[in-house]
């Protein structure tokens, strides 16, 4: 008798076992019957819709009119047809996803599909773009309720992907990068900049200050160790997504000049970022704002 009352109770428990797996597979669908998309599936199409982008963005690259100290033509047609590469991937592939535009924003908690938003910047670093400087980038971010889960930033020029998900590793291309710990700031270091900083700051920095003209390539450089800190400015929340999840998973963080936290998500509304903003090891960022002097 306890041998069959086992079996039963067995077979019971393996029954609600099953249905309770078929409960948990349905969790998984959308309403359209489509498989809800894991962050591996979202992450290989930015890697794949990045790289599109990239290739297609080779096509204007260096084509400003050389008479023209900014050939505003050609980086507006750019973007144009940029945007359209990606937004018609993203309806292809995930057409429930929302688009980043700051005027139509809805920061309310949303479920299923809605919750995704993707922010895309076509070009940053326009001004290396159309005048054939290869320090430009395509920068693509993932929110998910407007948490941060992936961030990319491709330099088509020079092949250079910078990419990771939020809380976990920073890569440049395969390789992991991480801020080197407790770095010491000496005549060897390098500080990058926004093009005006001189009119701004009486800088007593030890090292090299340089500005490569791109902010996101300058995020991504203190991210893998290549520069030390970076002072930005004049910036947008669709044009940080991407840089600030790479930053932060390579151990980096973004602060005010004056060492509050800054808070990217307060910029949703698409106003400018006025504010200057050091990016840096959390152990360096008092040691440079101590080289920085307002004029």
């Known amino acids: 008798m306890f041998g069959i009352l086992c079996l ?6 393996a029954k ?28 290989e199409f930015a890697m794949d819709v990045i790289h599109q982008v990239g290739e297609k963005a080779m096509a204007y690259y260096g084509k400003g009119r050389p008479h023209v100290r900014f050939d505003e033509r050609v980086v507006t047609e750019a ?28 920061e309310d908690y949303s479920h299923g599909q809605k919750r995704y938003l993707w922010t895309f910047d076509p070009l940053e670093g326009v001004a290396n773009f159309q005048a054939g400087i290869p320090i430009w980038g395509v920068s693509i971010a993932l929110l998910d309720n ?3 889960i992936l961030g990319l930033f491709y330099m088509p020029a020079t092949d250079d992907l910078f990419h990771a998900r939020a ?13 080197p710990a407790g770095g010491v700031i000496d005549n060897e270091s390098l500080l990058l900049t926004y093009s005006r900083f001189h009119q701004n700051y009486r800088a007593t920095f030890p090292g090299k ?17 290549r520069a030390d800190a970076a002072i930005i400015t004049n910036e947008s929340f669709q044009g940080l997504a991407a840089a600030r999840v790479i930053l932060e998973a390579a151990g980096g963080k ?9 808070h990217l998500n307060e910029y949703l509304d698409g106003l400018r970022i ?18 920085l002097k307002p004029q």
Request: glycine letters at 8%.
């Open 209 to 225: 200050i340089r500005s490569l003209g791109c902010t996101s390539a300058h995020i991504c450089y203190v991210a893998m160790g």
């Open 167 to 179: 809380g976990k590793n920073a890569y440049w291309g395969n390789e992991k990068i991480r801020l």
């Open 16 to 43: 609600s076992e099953t249905i309770l797996t078929k409960h948990e597979t349905q969790r998984l669908f959308t309403k359209g019957g489509a498989m809800a998309p894991g962050i591996d599936q979202l992450s």
């Open 8 to 13: 039963v109770f067995g077979l019971f428990r």
């Open 79 to 106: 973007e144009i047809h940029l945007t359209d590469v990606f937004q018609n991937r993203l309806k292809q592939e995930f057409p429930e996803h929302q688009i980043f535009r700051f005027a139509e924003v809805n």
């Open 254 to 262: 973004i602060c005010k000049i004056d060492g509050s936290d800054f």
């Open 146 to 148: 407007f948490w941060p």
């Open 274 to 291: 006025n504010e200057h903003l050091i990016v840096a090891s959390p152990e360096n960022l008092s040691q440079v704002r101590s080289f």
